[in-house]
C-alpha cells in the first residue's frame, strides 16, 4: 500500500503534471474556451442537453475536427491551433514546486498565483510587453498525498491482532510522515521568443 501510494504521487510529477503535458492542457483548453465564447464549439448547457447518441459523438475526433475547421483563424487562436497540430510546444519560463507541510504555501509560490488575478497579468502584459493571451499559468489543486485518517475515503490497514487503524496513523509507516502534506507546483508559459522578456517582467513585477 505504501509502494502503491508513492507510486501514485511520483506519476503526478513526472507523468500528469509534466511541463510538457501541462504545456499542451493550456493551449487545448484556451482554443476550446475562445472557440466556445463565439458559439463555434459545444459549451456546458449544449453538452447537457445532448441524447445518449449525441452525447457518444463528443470525442477526441469532436475537438481534432475543430482544430481542423478554425485552422486558418487569423486570431492568436489560429496560431495555437497550428501549433497543436504541429507539436509545437510552449516555453516554460517559470517552475515553482515542492512538497508543503501542514498546509503551508511555499513563498514563491503563493506570490507567483498572483499572476491569476486580471489586474496583475493585465501588469505584468503591460511590464513585459508579451500580450496578456500569450501569459499562460499553470495552478492545479495542490494533491493531497493522503487523505486525512478521520475522512471517508481514509485508507485503513488490517492488523496482526484483528484490528485496523488508518496507515497515516500506523508509526512505521513512512506514509505516517506525508500524510499531512501535499505537493504545489506552479508554472508560466510563454510562446517562444517572447520567454525572456515575460520572464524580466516577472522579475521586476513580483521579484521572483
Known amino acids: ?21 501541462v504545456g ?16 463555434k464549439a459545444h459549451g456546458y448547457d449544449d453538452i447537457c442537453k ?9 470525442n477526441d475526433n469532436y475537438v481534432w475536427n ?3 475547421k478554425h485552422k486558418k483563424d487569423p486570431s492568436f487562436i489560429g496560431t495555437l491551433i497550428n501549433m497543436l497540430r504541429e507539436r509545437k510546444r510552449l516555453k516554460k519560463i517559470k517552475d515553482i514546486n515542492g512538497v508543503s507541510l501542514f498546509g503551508k504555501e511555499l513563498p514563491d509560490y503563493t506570490t507567483m498565483k498572483l499572476i491569476e488575478l486580471d489586474i496583475q497579468k493585465k501588469t505584468l502584459s503591460k511590464k513585459s510587453g508579451v500580450p496578456e493571451e500569450w501569459i499562460f499559468c499553470s495552478f492545479p489543486k ?5 487523505s486525512n485518517p478521520e475522512d ?12 485496523h487503524k488508518p496507515i497515516a496513523n500506523d508509526p512505521a509507516s513512512i506514509i505516517h510522515s506525508l500524510y499531512k502534506s501535499c505537493y504545489l507546483y506552479a508554472r508560466i508559459y510563454t510562446e517562444e521568443n517572447k520567454e525572456t522578456s515575460l520572464l524580466k517582467g516577472i522579475h521586476n513585477c513580483f521579484n521572483i
Not at 7 to 20: D, E, F, L
Not at 24 to 39: A, H, I, P, R
Open 66 to 68: 475543430l482544430l481542423v
Open 1 to 21: 500500500m505504501e509502494n502503491f501510494l508513492l507510486a501514485r504521487y511520483h506519476m503526478y510529477q513526472a507523468v500528469y503534471y509534466h511541463k510538457t503535458v
Open 152 to 163: 471517508e475515503p481514509a485508507i485503513w490497514v488490517a492488523l496482526k491482532d484483528g484490528h
Open 142 to 146: 495542490p494533491l493531497q498525498i493522503l
Open 50 to 58: 445532448m441524447s445518449e447518441s449525441e452525447l457518444c459523438d463528443f
Open 24 to 39: 499542451f492542457d493550456l493551449m487545448l483548453q484556451k482554443v476550446y474556451e475562445e472557440l466556445m465564447t463565439k458559439n
